[in-house]
């Protein structure tokens, strides 16, 4: 029991000088380092995960508009339920929209547009 304290109290003293000297590294043991330095083996092989995908930047304006309060509640719903943006799920629903007019009918509205802003 003596030599227990004895050691106890060694190694409490050692804690102390090394608290006190403001080194981290001298907090950790040097077993610890060495075997974190070494590379670990694995028998599995890992699977690189593939390249992430670079988003074009596409040309975008920031606007405001009222929307109804019931709408605004859905798409932040969906937004959060598939793990998107809001803009994401906003400019999904205007491209469904868009794609939903006829070409010629779309053509004509840009072209008047297109004028009446001249």
């Not at 719903?77 to 629903?93: D, T």
């Amino acid at each position: 029991m003596n030599q227990r304290y004895m050691l106890m109290s060694k190694k409490l003293e050692q804690m102390k000088q090394q608290i006190s000297s403001n080194r981290l590294s001298a907090l950790i043991p040097t077993q610890i380092i060495e075997q974190e330095k070494e590379p670990r083996k694995s028998s599995v092989e890992v699977q690189q995960s593939p390249k992430k995908t670079v988003k074009k930047k596409i040309p975008s304006t920031i606007t405001s508009f009222q929307i109804y309060d019931e709408h605004h509640k859905a798409i932040k719903a969906l937004a959060y339920w598939q793990r998107k943006n809001i803009h994401e799920v906003v400019n999904f629903a205007f491209s469904a929209y868009i794609k939903s007019i006829p070409e010629e009918e779309l053509a004509q509205a840009l072209e008047i547009y297109k004028q009446s802003q001249s």
